[in-house]
Structure formats: structure tokens, C-alpha cells
């Protein structure tokens, strides 16, 4: 009686099965890791003034933070400055602390409140200000967010917050850009650099309007850069994580958590490179090791993270409250 041979083409199927996987797998890890060390390690910059073709670098909510951050970096790249936040005062020491480091370049200040200017006309006779000058960079930098996570519904007592946040935060990058691109487009170059946040990335639970609006950011990003990568432009992205600011209230630096300076020198040192990126080596690391989870877990990660940080406020809070009646009695 013949005996029956025993069949290997489900082992090699399997074989290959986890051949394909294996190798998905790594070249899933390579380009991770190519995005977490390539902008600040291994590739080479590019000549930012020869893409920007213009003298003068427009810089968004500039007085504190990664604002401020960046006006430093751009004018030790030898680029004159124009700042736009509310308060005359905090202008004209950013500007004196820039002229004191860089006394080559020129600093501009303009007076702008985007959260009371909510009607696109307003903008009008600062773009035309603006507009005199040849702009060959635009960071669209400002923005803000509610003090705590919260539920949309938690809300209802801050409205007007809410509109706040959605009119600093999509209005400025959408007008300014709008604006500023026909001299760019005449001049064949420029870079316009949108600051979304690690929160766009993801849909951040307890977050949602701060967390929508930078979505927008980024989706806004995309299809500009399309539009306009023939006419010679730079569109980027920017998704920081946590940075030492006012926002964040951070006050010591970390390995995960640079200061303003650092961190805009990195960012700054990316663009052209990454169309969007973290722009921080260690951040970027941290959005890696968060693609490669599942969406369930993510998920459930950053609504456990929320959850605390509100409970945290909301004892914070508390017991604040309690100590100041008990100082009344
Ligand atoms: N810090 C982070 O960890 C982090 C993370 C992800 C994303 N981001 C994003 O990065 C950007 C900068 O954040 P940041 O942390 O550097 O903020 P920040 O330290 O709070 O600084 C905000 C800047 O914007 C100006 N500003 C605020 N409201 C304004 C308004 N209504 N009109 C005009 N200017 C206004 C402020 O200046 P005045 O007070 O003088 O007006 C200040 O210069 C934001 O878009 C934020 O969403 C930050």
C-alpha cells in the first residue's frame, strides 16, 4: 500500500506568510525610525533664504513660547522679523531681547488681537501692512486652548471660549496665508509653516474643539501644499508635543519636554525636509511608538490621560475654593 506523502504547502504558505509580515514589519520600524533621526541627524538642510526669496519672516502669537522660539531661530538665520501678538509692551521686549542678540536684522511689531477679530475685514489694514514688506516666510504660530480637558458639554458656561479658540486658531493661519501667498507666487518661493499640534494627529478625547481646530490646521496644510509645491512653496506642518510654554504651564525642561528655543531650533531645522512632522527629535519618538498601537488602545491611552488631568484640575480646584472660604470664616 503506497503511503501518503505529507503536505508541506501549508507550512510553506505559512512560511511565507510570515516572511511578507516580517518584512512589513521592518520596513514599517525603518521609516519610523529614518522619521525620528533623519530631519536631525542624517539629512542635510536646506538653504532656507534661497527657498524663501524674501528678507522678512512674518511670525504669529511671537512674544512667548514657540512663537518666540521661532523668531529667535529665524533671526539668527540672518531674517528680519515681524511679530504679531495683542500687547504692545510684550512686542517691544521681544523686539529689544532680538536686537540685543541680532543686530543685523530688522524687527517689525504689529498690534493684532485674532480672538476679538473675528471678521476677516478687520485684518485688512494690518495684511496691507504687512504686505508692503517681502515676506518670504510665514509662521502661522498662534493659538489657544480651553485651561482643562473637558467634555464639549461641560462647557456651556464658556462659549465664548470656544469661539475664541476656534477663531485664533483657524482664522489667522486661513487669512494671513491667504494673503501673503500672491507675493510669494509672484516671487516663484516662499515658506509658510502651520503650527497644528500632536492633539491634530489624534482625536483627542476631552479636547474636542482645541483638538478639531488643529486637525483643520492640518488638513488645510495638505491641500495648500499641494496647490502650491509647483509655484515653488513650502508648506509644512508643525504637530509639537508638550514644550516648555505658558500653554503648558511646564516650567523645567525634559527629555520629552524642550524649552521654546530648542525646540523651534529643531523644528526650524526641518523644513523642506519633513512635509509634516513633530519637529523634535524626542516628540517624534513619542508619535512613533503611539502610530504603532492599535487605535483601540490609543484611544482608551489618551482618554485615561485626559480623564486624570481634568480630575487633577477639578481637585486643584477644589481645593482652592475651599481654602478661600476657609480664610473668609
Ligand atoms: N506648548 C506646547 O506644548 C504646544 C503643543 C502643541 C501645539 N502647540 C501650539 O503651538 C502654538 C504656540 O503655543 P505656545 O505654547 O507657544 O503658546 P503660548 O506660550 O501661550 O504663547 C502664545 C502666543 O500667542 C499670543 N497670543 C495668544 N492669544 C492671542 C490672540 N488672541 N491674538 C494675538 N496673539 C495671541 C501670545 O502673546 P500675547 O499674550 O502677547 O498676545 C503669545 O505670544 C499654538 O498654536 C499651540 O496650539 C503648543
Not at 27 to 42: N, Q, S, T
Request: charged residues 20%; aromatic residues 12%.
Amino acid at each position: 500500500m503506497a503511503r501518503r506523502m505529507p503536505c508541506y504547502c501549508w507550512v510553506s504558505f505559512l512560511g511565507y506568510i510570515v516572511m511578507i509580515t516580517t518584512a512589513f514589519v521592518w520596513y514599517k520600524a525603518m521609516r519610523a525610525f529614518l522619521r525620528i533621526i533623519g530631519p536631525y541627524m542624517i539629512y542635510p538642510g536646506i538653504n532656507l533664504k534661497k527657498r524663501a526669496k524674501g528678507e522678512w519672516a512674518v511670525v504669529t502669537g511671537a512674544t512667548d513660547g514657540i512663537g518666540k522660539g521661532y523668531a529667535f531661530e529665524l533671526a539668527r538665520k540672518g531674517f528680519n522679523i515681524i511679530l504679531i501678538s495683542r500687547s504692545q509692551e510684550k512686542l517691544d521686549n521681544v523686539k529689544n531681547e532680538l536686537l540685543g542678540i541680532y543686530s543685523n536684522v530688522k524687527v517689525k511689531t504689529f498690534v493684532f488681537d485674532f480672538a476679538k477679530s473675528k471678521d476677516a475685514k478687520e485684518y485688512q489694514s494690518m495684511i496691507e501692512d504687512v504686505n508692503k514688506l517681502e515676506v518670504g516666510i510665514l509662521i502661522n504660530n498662534v493659538g489657544t486652548k480651553y485651561t482643562h480637558p473637558e467634555l464639549l458639554h461641560g462647557m456651556k458656561d464658556d462659549l465664548s471660549d470656544i469661539s475664541n479658540i476656534i477663531a485664533v486658531n483657524t482664522m489667522p493661519v486661513t487669512l494671513l496665508t491667504s494673503a501673503l501667498l500672491p507675493q510669494m507666487v509672484q516671487r516663484k518661493g516662499g515658506v509658510v509653516v502651520n503650527i497644528s499640534s500632536f492633539s491634530g494627529l489624534y482625536p483627542m478625547s476631552h479636547w474636542s474643539v482645541y483638538s478639531s481646530t488643529k486637525q483643520y490646521v492640518r488638513w488645510l496644510s495638505n491641500i495648500l501644499r499641494q496647490e502650491y509645491a509647483r509655484k515653488g512653496i513650502i508648506v509644512q506642518t508643525i504637530c509639537p508635543g508638550l514644550v516648555v510654554t505658558n500653554m503648558t504651564k511646564k516650567k523645567e525642561p525634559s527629555f520629552f519636554i524642550p524649552d521654546a528655543i530648542s525646540y523651534a531650533r529643531q523644528a526650524v531645522g526641518t523644513i523642506g525636509i519633513s512635509d509634516e512632522t513633530t519637529g523634535y527629535m524626542t516628540h517624534q519618538l513619542q508619535v512613533e511608538i503611539l502610530k504603532f498601537l492599535p487605535w483601540f488602545i490609543r484611544n482608551w491611552f489618551i482618554d485615561s490621560l485626559s480623564r486624570n488631568i481634568r480630575k487633577a484640575y477639578m481637585n486643584k480646584k477644589k481645593k482652592a475654593k475651599e481654602a478661600k472660604e476657609a480664610k473668609k470664616e
